[in-house]
């Protein structure tokens, strides 16, 4: 029950994608350039491809394990998949506000597509729990032996005594609401960084409300562990 949820809960996004970018072939004053045609066709297909791994994934047996993710790595940047997320969520929410500032990052053992998973939930989650439109934050930080990726937002915030359990299957914060989820989004997001041999951790944002997350990847980290 919970692989199928956190399947499902990973369908929202790519779908969502999908149905945005054919509104805007229907709702297209004038006839689209070959150019603009070919970026939203490409657009469709990469996130129905998306799908398909999810739904071959998630059919798999999970081996008894709780959740089993398709993890294919390679050496690559993380500069790409940010983008790609914070155009793709820009797209669809046009008033979200992202001040992205990231120097240059040196390419690291990763799954494009479960990275780009990470990105979305974090992002996802600062536009559902922010009460007008969402600003976020994104910074970089390198050292010898990590890259580090803090995502700050300026929402509702994760109480202290909700702090702890964030990251477990299905919890949500206590100030949540009315507001729908299934409390995967965060699980989701932990797996995901072990899988890569990272972490991700709720900081306490500086000033303000709002939440702030980081997420840590090893620079030495050069094969691939799969599933933890």
Not at 165 to 175: K, L
């Amino acid at each position: 029950r919970q692989q199928f949820a956190c399947a499902a809960h990973e369908f929202r996004t790519p779908l969502a994608i999908i149905d945005s970018t054919a509104q805007r072939l229907e709702r297209a004053k004038e006839p689209l350039t070959l150019d603009a045609q070919c970026r939203k066709g490409q657009k469709i297909r990469k996130n129905v491809r998306r799908l398909l791994q999810l739904l071959e994934a998630s059919s798999e047996p999970a081996a008894g394990k709780d959740f089993v993710l398709r993890y294919n790595p390679a050496l690559c940047e993380l500069t790409p998949p940010l983008q790609n997320v914070i155009q793709a969520m820009q797209d669809n929410n046009p008033e979200l506000q992202v001040d992205c500032q990231i120097g240059p990052l040196p390419p690291i053992w990763m799954d494009e597509t479960l990275i780009e998973q990470v990105f979305e939930n974090l992002l996802e989650n600062s536009i559902k729990y922010s009460d007008g439109p969402a600003r976020v934050e994104i910074r970089s930080y390198v050292s010898a032996s990590q890259i580090e990726i803090t995502v700050r937002d300026w929402g509702i915030g994760i109480p202290d005594a909700d702090a702890a359990e964030i990251f477990a299957p299905q919890r949500r914060a206590s100030n949540v609401g009315q507001r729908p989820g299934s409390g995967l989004g965060l699980f989701i997001v932990g797996q995901i960084m072990a899988m890569h041999g990272g972490q991700v951790e709720l900081m306490t944002a500086a000033q303000g409300p709002g939440s702030k997350f980081r997420l840590s990847f090893p620079r030495d980290f050069s094969v691939g562990l799969g599933i933890a």
